[in-house]
């Protein structure tokens, strides 16, 4: 059973910075799909960082410049790096798991989800 769980959430004046970790158990970390998403209040779960099982990163352009996701294999744990935090960016952010074939930006491609973890930027 693939368990997965968010930490580093917390509170930053805009401008900050904060970085989320996610550790995976329960499957072969490298052969699958890992994202970020946060939940925008009244709209979809949206992704702001995916990463598929050949390193290949996308971000959409609300974040772009920003937001880093990286992860470290022989640890099965997954990071979010936020640099220049906007207020806008508070939500809780969520870490999600796929298969590697389907890799994509839609909530309704991932399976697996931690519990999220509360980000909030204050002006």
């Known amino acids: 059973q693939v368990h997965l769980v968010e930490s580093g959430g917390g509170s930053v004046q805009a401008g900050g910075s904060l970085r989320l970790s996610c550790v995976a158990s329960g499957y072969n970390f490298y052969w699958n799909c890992m994202a970020w998403f946060r939940q925008v209040p009244g709209k979809e779960r949206e992704a702001v960082a995916t990463i598929d099982r050949d390193g290949r990163i996308n971000y959409p352009e609300s974040v772009k410049g920003r937001f880093a996701i990286s992860r470290d294999i022989a640890k099965n744990t997954l990071y979010l790096q936020m640099d220049s935090l906007k207020p806008e960016d508070t939500n809780v952010y969520y870490c999600?798991?796929?298969?590697?074939?389907?890799?994509?930006?839609?909530?309704?491609?991932?399976?697996?989800w931690g519990q999220g973890t509360q980000v909030t930027v204050s002006s």
């Open positions: 999600a798991a796929a298969p590697y074939y389907r890799c994509s930006n839609r909530r309704d491609d991932f399976p697996d």
